[in-house]
């Protein structure tokens, strides 16, 4: 079935430094992904996305990669701050619905 | 411009009951989609919405139904509360025209907890 997966539950960075979280997708043909932010008591907040037509897209200290070879996104976080600590999301959009499918989330956690 | 509004916020029901979850979308949005968050699932996917139409659905039983209006606001209802009904409800909508699920803005959630 689809899945869209993360390698790692938890990470934790030091104040300051990039961060990268990754995820995997499994629909060869998805042409569409996008990452959330969610704070705790908060509803998912839009990152950045990127079409497959891609393999970069840069915004405001994030930058999204997408491997189509080995099915691998990636979103890189630069400089990270104690605000960017969250939970983050990847999703997909493949398959005849054209609706997202989430990933179960990488909890991202900034030491000061 | 105002975001996405979800009421209530928080909920609390007992088996066997029926709620009725209310999601405001962003002006000019037209397609309002739910979703369902669990501790540890992600989310997944309920139903969408685009000008009144259910355009896509997930895979939930049919206690979960929703409906919108011609403002836009959506409804999501379900009946017969279970245990395994407790969860974040999270509304987002998008101006996604073709219904191809970019873009979505979410709002805070309504958080169900069925005793």
């Known amino acids: 079935g689809e899945s869209v997966g993360l390698h790692l539950p938890t990470l934790s960075v030091q104040e300051g430094d990039n961060s990268i979280i990754n995820c995997a997708y499994s629909n060869s043909a998805s042409d569409y992904f996008i990452w959330y932010k969610q704070e705790s008591g908060k509803g998912p907040q839009f990152i950045i996305d990127i079409r497959s037509n891609m393999d970069k897209r840069q915004g405001q200290r994030v930058t999204v990669l997408l491997n189509k070879t080995v099915k691998h996104l990636s979103l890189q976080i630069a400089a990270t701050q104690p605000g960017d600590s969250a939970v983050y999301f990847c999703?997909?959009?493949?398959?005849?619905?054209?609706?997202?499918?989430f990933g179960t989330g990488t909890l991202l956690a900034v030491q000061p | 411009k105002a975001g996405v509004t979800q009421t209530p916020r928080y909920l609390i029901k007992t088996r066997g009951q029926q709620v009725t979850l209310s999601c405001s979308p962003i002006s000019g949005h037209r397609s309002v989609s739910w979703y369902q968050q669990t501790p540890g699932q992600g989310l997944q996917f309920l139903f969408e919405?685009?000008?009144?139409?259910?355009?896509n659905k997930g895979n939930f039983p049919g206690r979960f139904s929703g409906r919108q209006f011609s403002n836009s606001r959506s409804e999501m209802n379900v009946s017969t509360l279970e245990l395994g009904d407790s969860a974040l409800y999270l509304c987002?909508?998008?101006?996604?025209?073709?219904?191809?699920?970019?873009?979505?803005?979410f709002g805070s959630g309504t958080q169900l907890s069925v005793l």
């Open positions: 919405y685009f000008s009144e139409t259910q355009r």
């Open positions: 999703a997909e959009r493949g398959g005849a619905t054209n609706k997202l499918i």
């Open positions: 987002a909508s998008s101006l996604d025209p073709q219904g191809k699920g970019e873009k979505l803005f």
